[in-house]
């Protein structure tokens, strides 16, 4: 790595970032964008053109402060394929979460919302929609945002609508209609024409002239890709994958470093059943995501997904200011996610007690008996989990003889209940507390459970696992005959590392002799 490049959390001046844009260093990559005022274009840190003239340079936290400023994106480091911008997940700064700065995590809160297309039913939130959601009206929301941002929200959807289009007019065939849909525009003309404004070029255009940093064709599936800031330890991602496999439902590949899986979702009223296949490029921090054509309709909430189930989006250099001298060698290490919070959930429940190994085992028998076949199956990928409305119907009796006992069907049909009827969301951008409080009064569901859910399916940073006797053990707490003062003991010792709990228990959790042999309570999902 160049000797150039300042420390990872010094971007503080201009001048910094001019040193991080010179290095090409990929620890800064969505951190910032760098406007070059002779060509009208902005960049990526990571972006391999000679570096410009320091006096040529503005630097802006946003992609939408660069457009707002009038500039366009590179054609070649393609800035919407950074990762999420740290001014939205607010990693520069170790929050306090405290109401001295209720202003900014509000603006924090509204841009995550922004950028979390699985929360809105139509791919287009309206700033009703979001005011009523951050429990605020529509005025206040316009002034924090542009106040701490430096763009209204309109400005900022815009631009997350204007890259997305301009990714799949980049990587996939799909036709004009479709992007402009898929990316939240409702109409081709209106689409059109915002395209043409921001970026002087037909949408044809761009297809027909943007070449450089495609990826390979594949008419077999849609094939995108993504980036990540190292470090990132990808053989440990895997391998927790790898160990929680269900046979037909995934397949890992650790020398290929592919994750493969089935999928069904919801986008614009309709089911959509397909497949999915991640494969990492570790020498550039890219990873390549193939997508069968039957995803197609819903490409946003896919990628969304895949990000979140990988944790592309973390922030390394925050993370490890509050986590590394507590777990060194840890640098790494990140959450899993998952694909669908209400099957994570199912697989909590399973996982409640056992071993890893037997938490799999009842999840292959319970995709064998309730799940479906996959519409055109590929190698290795066969059936889909079972939807909430099936296990909600789900009989006792055939059950308990694939070895689910009374306890866990109730909490599993419970929670099939609270998800197909009843409004519960185990997605990212939901209210925390609210869920939490929602799935502890499902039977059967306790704090470890929801904190778990809360990690894996809410991507929460700050859920964590106290009552986990593994957990207990890698902190040291001493062994007692009184469960509730080990919890009190390490909730103690957890409060250092707000507000990165989550990634303090996958570190803890890694510095175990056998990291994969449970405890009670261990996650085995």
Known sequence: MPTTAPDSNALNTSDACYLALKARDARFDGRFFTGVTSTGIYCRPVCRVRTPKRENCQFYRLAAQAESAGFRPCLRCRPELAPANSAAAGSDVRLPWSTQDASFILARQAANLLDEPTLWSDGAPSMADLAHRLGVSERHVRRIFETHWGVSPLQYLQTRRLLMAKRLLTDTQLPVAQVAALSGFSSVRRFNATFVEHYRLQPRQLRQSDSAGTPPSDTSCIVLKGAYRP????????????????????????????????????????????????????????????????????????????????????EPSAINTVLLGDFPDSEGLRVPGCLDGFEQGVRAILGQQITVRAARTLGTRLVECFGTDLPNPTIGLTRLFPTPQVLCLASGEVMG???????????????????????????????IPATLAALQALP???????????????????????????????????????????????????????????????????????????AAYKPAT
């Open 231 to 314: 470090p990132y330890d990808v053989s440990a991602m895997l391998s927790f994958f790898a160990t929680r496999q269900i046979a037909g439902v995934e397949a890992v590949d650790p020398e290929r470093m592919t994750l493969e899986r089935t999928l069904s979702l919801t986008a614009a009223g309709q089911t959509q059943c397909g497949w999915v296949q991640v494969q990492f490029v570790p020498d550039r921090c890219n990873v390549v995501f193939r997508i069968s054509h039957s995803l197609s309709a819903a490409l946003p909430q896919v990628l969304a997904r895949l990000r979140a189930l990988l944790d592309l989006d973390a």
């Open 444 to 518: 059967g569901i306790g704090p470890w459970t929801a904190q778990y859910i809360a990690m894996r399916a809410l991507r929460w940073p700050d859920a964590f696992v106290a009552g986990d006797v593994a957990l207990q053990k890698a902190l040291g707490v001493p062994n007692t005959k009184k469960p509730r003062q080990a919890v009190e003991s390490t909730e103690a010792a957890s409060q250092r590392w707000k507000p990165w709990r989550s990634y303090a228990v996958v570190r803890a959790w890694a510095t175990l002799a056998a990291p994969a042999a449970p």
């Open 401 to 431: 003889r694939l070895g689910i006992v009374r306890q866990r069907q109730r909490a599993i049909q419970s929670l099939a209940r609270a998800v197909a009827h009843n409004g519960l969301v185990l997605q990212p951008g939901v209210d």
